[in-house]
Structure formats: structure tokens, C-alpha cells
């Protein structure tokens, strides 16, 4: 696993819909663009936290609960096959290479015998999610589940969810969500980020911890450079300027992360995505802190601690470099944390950085929207949609249960053994291709994350709980996280784009820091205005 376009996307707030599909016969909004269907907002469903495992390392509603060791005993949550034997078609993205086919597959089969249905997936790599979810919304027939990542999310979503897909309001808002009780263990956070549509739910969150994005460091490297763990601004120019020379960087930015810039915006205090003020919402890139921050880059590029290569390169090549220890921080999340310290063989020691201070502004970590992405489902019969909540609920069985250790680690003896201490231990049938990430059931449905990682040493899964305790502290989230946008649905990664070219020019020094404002304007002009209007329009009807 490595960080890609989808974790930089869902931080900056673009959609890559990037044309609009036809406009649909039954639009609740009668196709009017940029409207917003209204309604009376059902309640969010109830939180009902499951019952299990204590953990090591408690957490916080904004931080995971961590475990430094296996459960001692895993035992079933009791609840029956929940599928009715019939066949489910389910629409599902991938960062993996296709799975062998169900005949084939052991983990297939066994998903099947647990949910006591035939599963049929069309899984969609993520580099042609964009086109592929166009297709699928403007064809005439849908599957019973559809992923939705939130990175890209649906064209036109608040217009096709209400006309196509089956509005699950009655089945999962307030306490009617204790039907499915892993589905009430799924944290408000996460409904939150998702949304709703004229104040109704359209699906099942995949929650993701909200801690914030940050950079991973080479901390035997940083450390004899001066870093301390807590830094100013410009203990953090002096850091970055040891580390570099002799082709080697302290910086590695990528074509997904765009130099970095949401931790250098975050650490000069600019907000979160927007800014909320007065009931109009203000974008990042039109506030001093953000202009701050590109001028601090300018002057980092111009002293070369970036990787000459950051515009260019590939999210996974320069996770190489940092492994080859050729740059010495990259992006980074702490749901990619435990690849990545195993990731360097023990060549180093891997940890998160903590913003640097000083910057004029006041440092305030971005925190993540809490979800992957959703599932909807295509309208179908009272019974028959209960069926399907049924097998979300039971694909989002919790940790130190024997369904989840079947979701995430396969059949005991064929894809895993146990270590000494009880850990899921991969076979070579697991790590040859016959797995989760070949198989992506988890983007239909999964159980809320802790920090838990087999095979990690209990310090250094410590460690990661202590970094994410410390940095959700002082975290801010974007105000319009779970809010629809036409137009951000529509054109958001078109215009976006305009940001991103005008950003790479400005810090690289092809233009001047005064060339940043002219390229904020025409992003206002080409949408982004319009944009803040719809999620002000949004607030004001759901609120």
C-alpha cells in the first residue's frame, strides 16, 4: 500500500468527475444545475459502539484506540449468514491487480459461504474509476451496490442518488441503525462526511481515521540533522537545508502531492480546504496563510531541499527514493504508516512529523473527511434492501472478531497462520495474490479502524498512537466535508487544475508570488465562486 492521487484529492476537496453525464429523466431537482434537493434532515444514525477487545492504547472520538498485540481471544459475533442465497452485483474500485476468479479463489469462496450469497464484482481499477463511474451512472442499469470513493465521488451525485438509488433513511437514521448493530458502530464522523441528500442517507460510510495527513520522516536522519520533534518554521529551513546536497533531499513531493503543500498551509495556519465565515464559505487558496505558505515553498525549492523531480514523479517512485534514503521526508497518513516502517527493512526508523511552528499563523493540522467513500444501492424491494444492509453489516464486523479477521486476513490455514502470539501470520497463498487488496470487499463495507498492524513491533505501533494523539490536539476539519456541490461534482478537478498549475509555477520560480493571486481569481471565476455559493446554499437548506 502506498499514498496515492486519492489521499491528496480527498485533502484538497476536488472531485475527478470532470465532465458532466447527461442529465437524468428522474431528477429530483428537475436537472436544474448547482440545486440541491431539500428536506427535513433525518437524525444522523445512532452511535452504539461495539462491545470487545479493550484496548492498549484507548482512543479519543478523533484518534484510534491502538493494540500493541493481537486479541488473546477472537470469537464470533454470533450473528447468521446474513444473504438470502441470491446474487449480488456489486461495483467496487481497486489498487490491486485483478483476483483469480471465484472457482479459483479461496477467499472468494468463503466471503460467499459467509454472507451466504454469490457475489459478483465488477472491480474498477483506480486510474479508470473517473471514466468507469460516468458510464456507470449514465447506463440503465446499476448494480445492488455501488462504491463511492470520496476522492472522486459521483457526477451529478445529488441528482443521481435520489432518482436511481434507494433512499435508506427509514432503515438506518436514528435508532432505527440498532437493526444493524455493526453499522451503529460506525462513528457519526463518518455519516457526517458522507452527507446527506435533501436530508436524507443514500449509504454506508467506510470510515477512515479523521487524523490528519502529515510527512514521514527518516527520523535517524532528521535527528542528526536537529530535528527535536517540536520545530519553528525556521528550525525546520535549517533541518531541511542539512539534509540536502549531494543529490540527496530533504523534500520529496510527487504528482499527487503537489509539493507538499497542505502540510506547509496547515502549519501557517491556513484553514482546512474553507473557512466558514458569516455563513459564506472561503476558500484556502484566497487567504494570506495559504499565500504564506506558497512563498515558503518558493523559497525552499529556490534552496533546493526538493527533490527536483517533485512535480513530476510518481507517488511510488519517490516512496523508493525515501526508502533509498536519496530524500528524507515524503507525504504521508497514518493509515499508510505500517507499510511504510516495514517498507525500509530496518534501514531506518520511520515516524510522523509534527507540524513546525512560527509561520505567523497559528498551526492547525488538517484533519481527513473520516471515510474512504460510500456504498449506495440501486432502489429495489423493502426486503431485498434489508438483505443488502444485512450483508454491510456483516462485512463491517469489528475488530477481534473471527468475521473480521476472515475479511482482512483470509482462511485460517490456507491464507494465514498464527504467530507465537496469536498474530494472523500471511501465507504465501495470501501474499502471492489471494487477498484484500486483490479482492476489495472492504471498499464495500468494513469495520471502523484501530491502529493495529501484525507483525509491528509494539513501540513502534506506540510511537504512531503517540503522534496521532499529539497532532489531533490542535486538528481542524473542512467545514463542507459531507456537502454537495453540483458544480464541485461536475468541473471540481477541472479547475482545480488551474491551482495546481499555478502553484507548481509560482514555487518553482517560472512566476513571480504576485502571479499566485491572478491564479486564485481565475479559479473564482472559472467555479470556484459558484462552488462556495452551492455549499452555502447547502448549509443554509440542511442545517
Given at each position: 500500500m502506498?499514498l496515492?492521487?486519492r489521499s491528496?484529492?480527498?485533502a484538497?476537496?476536488a472531485t475527478?468527475?470532470?465532465?458532466a453525464v447527461p442529465?437524468l429523466?428522474?431528477c429530483?431537482d428537475?436537472g436544474?444545475p448547482?440545486?440541491v434537493?431539500?428536506g427535513?434532515a433525518?437524525?444522523?444514525?445512532a452511535?452504539v459502539p461495539?462491545?470487545g477487545p ?6 479519543t472520538?478523533?484518534?484510534q484506540a491502538?493494540y500493541?498485540?493481537y486479541p488473546s481471544?477472537?470469537?464470533s459475533?454470533g450473528?447468521?449468514a446474513?444473504?438470502?442465497g ?5 461495483w ?10 471465484a472457482?479459483?479463489?479461496q477467499?472468494?469462496?468463503a466471503?460467499?459461504k459467509?454472507l451466504?450469497i454469490?457475489?459478483e ?7 479508470d474509476y473517473?471514466a468507469?463511474v460516468?458510464?456507470?451512472v ?12 470520496s476522492g472522486y465521488?459521483?457526477p451529478?451525485d ?6 436511481q ?5 427509514e ?11 455493526n453499522?451503529a458502530?460506525i462513528?457519526?464522523y463518518?455519516w ?6 435533501g436530508?436524507?442517507?443514500y449509504g454506508v460510510?467506510i470510515?477512515r481515521?479523521?487524523?490528519p495527513s ?5 527520523d535517524?536522519a ?17 533541518v531541511?537545508?542539512?539534509l540536502s546536497?549531494?543529490r ?16 506547509h498551509a496547515?502549519a501557517?495556519?491556513?484553514?482546512n ?5 458569516g455563513g459564506k464559505?472561503v476558500s484556502t487558496?484566497?487567504?494570506?496563510e495559504f ?13 533546493g531541499v526538493?527533490?527536483p ?7 511510488a517512485?519517490i516512496?523508493t527514493?525515501?526508502?533509498?534514503q536519496?530524500v528524507?521526508a515524503?507525504?504521508g497518513?497514518i493509515g ?10 530496518g534501514?531506518?526508523d520511520?515516524?510522523l512529523?509534527q507540524?513546525?511552528?512560527?509561520a505567523?499563523?497559528t498551526?492547525?493540522a488538517w ?5 474512504f467513500?460510500y ?6 424491494a423493502p426486503?431485498?434492501?434489508?438483505m443488502?444492509l444485512?450483508?454491510?453489516d456483516?462485512?463491517a464486523?469489528?475488530?477481534g472478531?473471527?468475521e473480521?479477521e476472515l ?8 491464507h494465514?497462520?498464527?504467530s507465537?502470539?496469536?498474530a494472523p ?7 502471492g495474490g489471494e487477498n484484500a487488496?486483490t479482492l ?8 471502523p479502524g ?9 513501540e513502534?505501533l506506540?510511537r504512531?498512537?503517540?503522534?496521532q494523539r ?5 486538528v481542524?476539519?473542512?467545514p463542507?466535508r459531507?456537502?454537495?456541490s453540483?458544480?464541485q461534482?461536475?468541473?471540481g478537478?477541472t ?10 509555477g509560482?514555487v518553482t520560480g517560472?512566476?513571480p508570488?504576485?502571479a ?7 479559479w473564482?471565476?472559472s467555479?470556484?465562486?459558484t ?6 446554499q447547502?448549509a443554509a437548506?440542511n442545517?
Amino acid at each position: 500500500m502506498h499514498l496515492s492521487r486519492r489521499s491528496f484529492l480527498r485533502a484538497a476537496g476536488a472531485t475527478a468527475a470532470v465532465t458532466a453525464v447527461p442529465s437524468l429523466a428522474a431528477c429530483s431537482d428537475g436537472g436544474k444545475p448547482g440545486a440541491v434537493p431539500t428536506g427535513a434532515a433525518v437524525p444522523w444514525p445512532a452511535y452504539v459502539p461495539a462491545k470487545g477487545p479493550a484496548p492498549d492504547l484507548p482512543g479519543t472520538p478523533q484518534s484510534q484506540a491502538g493494540y500493541t498485540a493481537y486479541p488473546s481471544s477472537v470469537a464470533s459475533t454470533g450473528q447468521p449468514a446474513p444473504g438470502d442465497g441470491s446474487t449480488v452485483r456489486a461495483w467496487v474500485i481497486s489498487y490491486g491487480a485483478p483476483p483469480k476468479p471465484a472457482a479459483s479463489n479461496q477467499f472468494w469462496q468463503a466471503i460467499n459461504k459467509a454472507l451466504n450469497i454469490n457475489l459478483e464484482l465488477t472491480i474498477v481499477p483506480n486510474a479508470d474509476y473517473p471514466a468507469k463511474v460516468q458510464t456507470l451512472v449514465a447506463g440503465n442499469e446499476l448494480p445492488d451496490l455501488i462504491c463511492v470513493f470520496s476522492g472522486y465521488g459521483l457526477p451529478r451525485d445529488t441528482q443521481f442518488l435520489p432518482a436511481q438509488c434507494a433512499d435508506l433513511s427509514e432503515y438506518l437514521s436514528g435508532d432505527a441503525v440498532k437493526t444493524y448493530p455493526n453499522l451503529a458502530n460506525i462513528p457519526t464522523y463518518a455519516w457526517q462526511g458522507m452527507g446527506r441528500i435533501g436530508g436524507h442517507l443514500y449509504g454506508v460510510p467506510i470510515e477512515r481515521s479523521p487524523s490528519p495527513s502529515t510527512l514521514f520522516i527518516n527520523d535517524n536522519a532528521l535527528t542528526a540533522a536537529g530535528y527535536t520533534g517540536a520545530w519553528s518554521r525556521d528550525q525546520f529551513t535549517t533541518v531541511a537545508k542539512a539534509l540536502s546536497g549531494n543529490r540527496k533531499y530533504a523534500l520529496g513531493g510527487s504528482t499527487d502531492t503537489q509539493l507538499l503543500y497542505n502540510f506547509h498551509a496547515a502549519a501557517h495556519g491556513a484553514p482546512n480546504t474553507w473557512r466558514l465565515d458569516g455563513g459564506k464559505f472561503v476558500s484556502t487558496f484566497e487567504t494570506p496563510e495559504f499565500k504564506a505558505a506558497v512563498g515558503y515553498m518558493r523559497d525552499l525549492w529556490q534552496a533546493g531541499v526538493y527533490h527536483p523531480d517533485s512535480v513530476t514523479i510518481s507517488t511510488a517512485n519517490i516512496q523508493t527514493q525515501f526508502f533509498a534514503q536519496s530524500v528524507a521526508a515524503i507525504f504521508g497518513n497514518i493509515g499508510s504508516a505500517a507499510p511504510m516502517i516495514t517498507g525500509v527493512n530496518g534501514a531506518f526508523d520511520v515516524n510522523l512529523a509534527q507540524l513546525y511552528t512560527g509561520a505567523g499563523g497559528t498551526p492547525a493540522a488538517w484533519g481527513g473527511g473520516g471515510l474512504f467513500g460510500y456504498t449506495a444501492m440501486k432502489k429495489a424491494a423493502p426486503d431485498r434492501i434489508k438483505m443488502l444492509l444485512r450483508v454491510l453489516d456483516f462485512l463491517a464486523s469489528p475488530f477481534g472478531t473471527k468475521e473480521y479477521e476472515l475479511f482482512h486476513y483470509g482462511v485460517e490455514g490456507a491464507h494465514f497462520t498464527r504467530s507465537s502470539t496469536g498474530a494472523p501470520t500471511p501465507t504465501p497463498l495470501w501474499t502471492g495474490g489471494e487477498n484484500a487488496v486483490t479482492l476489495p470487499v472492504k471498499y464495500l463495507s468494513d469495520a471502523p479502524g484501530v491502529l493495529y498492524f501484525p507483525g509491528l513491533p509494539a513501540e513502534k505501533l506506540t510511537r504512531l498512537f503517540d503522534w496521532q494523539r499529539t497532532a489531533v490536539k490542535n486538528v481542524t476539519f473542512d467545514p463542507t466535508r459531507g456537502m454537495k456541490s453540483a458544480t464541485q461534482a461536475s468541473q471540481g478537478l477541472t479547475i482545480y487544475k488551474l491551482i495546481t498549475d499555478g502553484l507548481i509555477g509560482v514555487v518553482t520560480g517560472r512566476t513571480p508570488l504576485s502571479a499566485w493571486d491572478e491564479t486564485v481569481k481565475n479559479w473564482k471565476r472559472s467555479g470556484g465562486d459558484t462552488i462556495a455559493g452551492e455549499y452555502a446554499q447547502y448549509a443554509a437548506a440542511n442545517n
